[in-house]
């Protein structure tokens, strides 16, 4: 358990100091001091409960053993200041006060965190490759001071002198330099040109248009790691018919708005889930019918379908998204290693991957996405070398590299005590165990020990991308990612997935039809003020049978949610 000593200042800011400090200690408990008292976080309901009734009473109260979350770490007793020192495994201690605060909330809440972060580095001797940077989206931090800088000048360029003092503002307010934050810089200006690409196709830019996301919840089977919204295909086929219903009359609502009364251009349509090739053809080429009987693609430079999982590919599938004008798909491998795949709940070979990439350049795509996750159960450097290595000679347009984040959802959560003892690179205890060995290791051989297993698979994976002259164009991050790393988009030029940049950094807004999906409109200011935009969010629920059931709870939802853009 941490222990977090806030002071009223600091305390305003302390699901930021929590998550902060998670990045160094992963996976842990919360007790919170505060001048308002002591209170439990991330914890289960029976220690909140414990703490309570101790506070009540003033007497020490104990937790039910078998309700623990934990066992390793439970705590056995609480008092009413909260529990024994033996059960702590770090103290930190934040008062703001001594900070020169300025009383917005923005800047302020970088000082707080620059200090507890200063604070964690000495406690845990230990950095953090993003700094304090707790955000999914770091790249959107970098790009309105990029859009600013090139405002100024007639040619829109950005100079180097513009560059260092963008590098100075993110060092200085994220902790955040070397080789991620150039990393940030060269993708944040590679997206202002990309996005350009829209303009020079339709002669709107990218502010006056709009993107469509299709959610097909439906797979062949359920991944060891997935957290989404996603069903076996064969559970659900039944009511398949209603489903497509909803699903028309939703993106007949989101056309009729959008592009309606808001006069904008639908630019880019993007069907995930899922896997939409789960459906079989018959339900396929119906939806690809239904998307081009509800939208106007007139001013649609990219449609994208995940194929994904190989075995849910053939011909005749492959065929049906061609001529619907599909322009990229997703053939996603994750790994080449047998062993992997039947661990994680894929029941397709190798070969079944190769052949469905190869039957896809066979119909004609010449856009073509392959993902991969790092620090999947088992696999060490040899395993995701050899990986890259059969990306290497298939040669895709883009390479998505994914670092695990285990979501509370996955399988890979909710069966933690089975797969405890399966190695998985970037667990924090992985890489306490191999930064011991390493060390002993380097003074045997007079050598300094520099990257976990995580962190060398990433560099594995750039460096193979750099071979295929794929660039990094996009990249997020997520909570609980292995190694604390991120998520990389890498392609040919040319062949960036312009909905990955929209969505991702919030560009303009993204409408989600479909069980599971997420709406999020981006309205042009933010109280008043001029050029900060504001998002605003919707969603479609969590599970199928709830959207199929109360739909039109959803729908009108969304419509009230489309009045607020006039």
């Known amino acids: 358990m941490i222990r977090l000593i806030l002071d009223k200042e600091a305390a305003e800011y302390e699901q930021d100091l929590r998550e902060l400090t998670k990045q160094f200690y992963p996976g842990e408990d919360f007790e919170i001091h505060t001048p308002d008292g002591v209170h439990l976080s991330e914890t289960t309901q029976e220690e909140k409960n414990a703490l309570k009734k101790a506070q009540e009473s003033g007497t020490a109260a104990r937790v039910n053993r078998k309700s623990a979350k934990n066992r390793s770490h439970m705590v056995m007793e609480l008092t009413p200041e909260g529990a024994a020192d033996d059960a702590i495994r770090l103290s930190l201690t934040v008062h703001a006060a001594e900070l020169p605060l300025t009383g917005d909330r923005r800047t302020d809440k970088s000082m707080i965190k620059a200090l507890a972060y200063q604070k964690l580095t000495g406690l845990s001797g230990k950095a953090l490759p993003w700094g304090d940077l707790t955000g999914i989206r770091p790249v959107s931090l970098v790009s309105p001071m990029m859009e600013q ?29 070397g080789e991620k934050l150039e990393l940030v810089m060269e993708i944040a200006e590679r997206e202002q040109q ?96 239904l998307v081009h009987e509800e939208c106007d693609f007139s001013g649609v430079v990219e ?212 069980a599971g999906t997420s709406t999020k409109l981006v309205l042009p200011d933010k109280d008043g003020i001029s050029g900060q935009k504001r998002v605003e969010r919707c969603d479609n629920g969590k599970s199928i049978g709830e959207y199929m059931d109360h739909f039109e709870k959803y729908k009108e939802r969304k419509l009230r949610l489309f009045k607020m853009f006039t």
């Open 149 to 177: 800088a090139m405002a100024k000048d007639p040619l829109h360029h950005l100079t180097e002198e513009d560059r260092a003092a963008i590098r100075q503002k993110i060092s200085k307010e994220y902790m955040l330099e």
């Open 303 to 514: 449609f994208t379908v995940e194929a994904g999982r190989p075995d849910s590919i053939d011909r005749e599938k492959l065929e049906i998204l061609k001529a619907a004008g599909v322009d990229r798909i997703s053939v996603n491998p994750q790994t080449f290693q047998q062993k992997t795949l039947e661990l994680i709940g894929r029941k397709h070979s190798v070969e079944e991957t190769i052949a469905a990439y190869r039957l896809a350049r066979e119909v004609g795509f010449n856009n073509i996405n392959m993902d991969i996750i790092l620090g999947l159960p088992g696999e060490k450097l040899p395993e995701v070398t050899d990986t890259l290595c059969e990306i290497a000679r298939l040669k895709p347009d883009s390479l998505t590299v994914h670092t695990l984040a285990v979501k509370r959802a996955a399988r890979l959560t909710l069966e933690r005590d089975y797969w405890a003892g399966v190695y998985r690179a970037g667990d924090e205890q992985e890489i306490v165990r191999e930064t011991e060995l390493a060390h002993q290791a380097d003074q045997d051989a007079g050598l300094t020990f520099r990257y976990p297993e995580i962190t060398r698979m990433m560099m594995a994976a750039e460096y193979t991308a750099a071979l295929l002259d794929l660039k990094p164009y996009y990249l997020y991050r997520q909570k609980n990612m292995a190694g604390n790393l991120e998520n990389v988009g890498y392609c040919l030029e040319g062949k960036e997935c312009l909905y990955n940049i929209l969505m991702m950094e919030e560009k303009h807004s993204v409408i989600g039809c479909g």
């Open 194 to 289: 990309i996005l350009g690409r829209i303009l020079a196709k339709t002669g709107r830019s990218y502010q006056e248009g709009w993107s469509l996301y299709i959610g097909i919840p439906f797979c062949p089977t359920r991944c060891l790691y997935c957290s989404f919204l996603s069903n076996t295909i064969d559970h659900w086929e039944s009511r398949l018919s209603l489903y497509f219903e909803h699903l028309a009359s939703e993106i007949r609502l989101a056309v009729s708005e959008m592009s309606g009364r808001l006069g904008k251009t639908l630019q880019t349509i993007y069907i995930g889930g899922g896997t939409p090739t789960a459906l079989n053809a018959f339900w396929l080429k119906r939806l690809m019918e």
